[in-house]
């Protein structure tokens, strides 16, 4: 009974606060929601793009000469393919959000595993092949799951791409909060090693904006580095 509320708790706080998910199964050298380090260095991760949004996250993050990473979905790329050059001209990691932001935990529920193998090793190859008609060099090194979706067959596919998992510590600008409860929350994640999620597709990111722009100030005012992933995770 013991382990059973503890669970509930871990479980409560993760929902409330934000956060991906932990398991203590993952395979720890290829999945990764926080950098493990007592450095005052923080990162920046936007998720579902490219969109009508990233343009201000750009001119946002060359302000403060901020390197980013961005989880692109493929189904989008296409779309947006001067945004998918801009990310990359400006110094920015691009990365895979799969294609087509299928939710693997119900996915999970109507295939096998090894269909789901099957299904994922399909979207990142789309993913790749869409990413590579507009920049034909492109490295892409991180893969993050729609949903911060993780069991130990992921690591397998992701394996076969070279790919490291990035999951997150903490995000929340998809809820309906308001934006000063919003940029509350985000302040209070504040902590060595924290990787932020953001989002710059989809619907409006106009908050998204203007939460991103104070939690930069409250960074740097606190004495945080906001550096690029790829920096710290090889």
Same mark, same amino acid.
């Not at 296409?78 to 990691?93: A, I, L, M, N, Q």
């Not at 994922?120 to 090194?141: A, N, R, W």
């Not at 993780?150 to 903490?170: E, L, P, Q, R």
């Given at each position: ?20 998910? #932990? ?15 007592? #450095? ?37 790329? *296409? ?37 789901? &193998? ?6 990142? *190859? ?21 949903? /911060? ?10 394996? *076969? ?39 710059? /597709? ?24 906001? #550096? ?5 995770? &090889?």
């Amino acid at each position: 009974m013991h382990r059973i509320i503890l669970t509930l708790i871990f479980f409560l706080f993760t929902i409330q606060h934000g956060g991906s998910k #932990e398991n203590n199964d993952v395979d720890k050298t290829i999945f990764f929601w926080k950098i493990d380090t007592k #450095e005052k260095v923080v990162f920046l991760t936007f998720d579902d793009g490219p969109g009508k949004y990233t343009e201000d996250v750009l001119q946002l993050l060359k302000k403060y000469n901020i390197k980013a990473t961005f989880f692109m979905l493929g189904e989008v790329v *296409k779309y947006y393919p001067d945004f998918v050059r801009k990310v990359y001209e400006s110094g920015h990691s691009i990365a895979s959000h799969t294609y087509y932001h299928n939710n693997f935990y119900k996915l999970q529920k109507k295939l096998s595993v090894d269909e789901c &193998k099957i299904k994922l090793d399909e979207e990142l *190859k789309m993913t790749e092949d869409e990413i590579k008609k507009i920049i034909p060099q492109v490295k892409i090194k991180f893969l993050r799951m729609p949903n /911060g979706y993780y069991k130990n067959w992921v690591s397998d596919v992701a394996k *076969k791409y070279g790919y490291k998992i990035v999951n997150w510590t903490f995000g929340c600008d998809w809820h309906n909060y308001t934006e000063e409860e919003m940029v509350k929350r985000y302040k209070e994640a504040l902590q060595p090693g924290c990787i932020y999620l953001f989002h710059d /597709g989809g619907k409006n990111r106009r908050k998204t904006v203007n939460v991103l722009h104070q939690l930069i100030e409250h960074c740097i005012s606190n004495g945080y580095k906001i #550096e690029s992933l790829e920096g710290w995770i &090889k």
